[in-house]
């Protein structure tokens, strides 16, 4: 029943109930698969810790495909990589002409190419890119905090400077100077 309702998924376009048969597929083989649907294209993702035979990874992959015949999917853009790598080995593009198994097309894309999907390495290369600029940020803001913080303290110790300083005629009394008287009898 359980293998049924995933079949039903995929035949929907369920990339996760694609993953889920073909890995039932690929596994014994020690290949991972992992799968992303954008408009009509199924992306796949193949990961092993060997480079396993490309050819007879690709009909496999295209013979479930064809054998679930997916409605909204048109097209896949296979690739496979190797665990320890940063990026896809290889990579096959399937043109899924659904009408008769004849109609398949393929079109090969370079090898070593990274094409839509990222790397775990890459992906840390991003989130550690983000994370400096996050600390570059709070840096920048630390250093304004303080410069407006020291500003504050200079305005607020000119203006209690300048209450403190005596103006004149504003109750401080001067001695008063007479004038000077020659010839006083």
């Known amino acids: 029943m359980v293998q049924y309702r995933f079949i039903q998924l995929?035949?929907?376009?369920?990339?996760?109930?694609?993953?889920?048969?073909?890995?039932?597929?690929?596994?014994?083989e020690g290949i991972n698969a992992k799968t992303s649907v954008v408009n009509s294209w199924l992306h796949i993702l193949l990961e092993s810790d060997e480079l396993p035979d490309r050819s007879s990874i690709i009909d496999v992959v295209r013979n479930q495909l064809l054998e679930l015949a997916p409605d909204s999917i048109k097209r896949v853009k296979l690739l496979f990589k190797r665990?320890?790598?940063?990026?896809?080995?290889?990579?096959?593009?399937?043109?899924?002409?659904?009408?008769?198994?004849?109609?398949?097309?393929?079109?090969?894309?370079?090898?070593?190419?990274?094409?839509?999907f990222y790397s775990e390495s890459k992906i840390n290369s991003?989130?550690?890119?983000?994370?400096?600029?996050?600390?570059?940020?709070q840096i920048t803001l630390g250093i304004v905090?303080?410069?407006?913080?020291?500003?504050?303290?200079?305005?607020?110790g000119k203006m209690l400077l300048e209450q403190s300083l005596p103006t004149p005629n504003t109750g401080t009394t001067y001695p008063q100077v007479l004038p000077k008287e020659e010839n006083l009898i």
């Open 10 to 28: 995929a035949k929907q376009g369920n990339s996760k109930a694609i993953a889920t048969l073909l890995n039932s597929k690929l596994h014994p």
């Open 83 to 116: 665990y320890i790598d940063d990026y896809a080995t290889w990579g096959q593009e399937l043109d899924l002409e659904l009408s008769s198994l004849s109609d398949v097309n393929l079109t090969n894309f370079y090898d070593n190419q990274q094409n839509g």
């Open 126 to 137: 991003i989130k550690n890119q983000g994370l400096n600029n996050l600390r570059m940020s």
């Open 145 to 156: 905090v303080i410069i407006l913080f020291m500003a504050l303290v200079v305005f607020i």
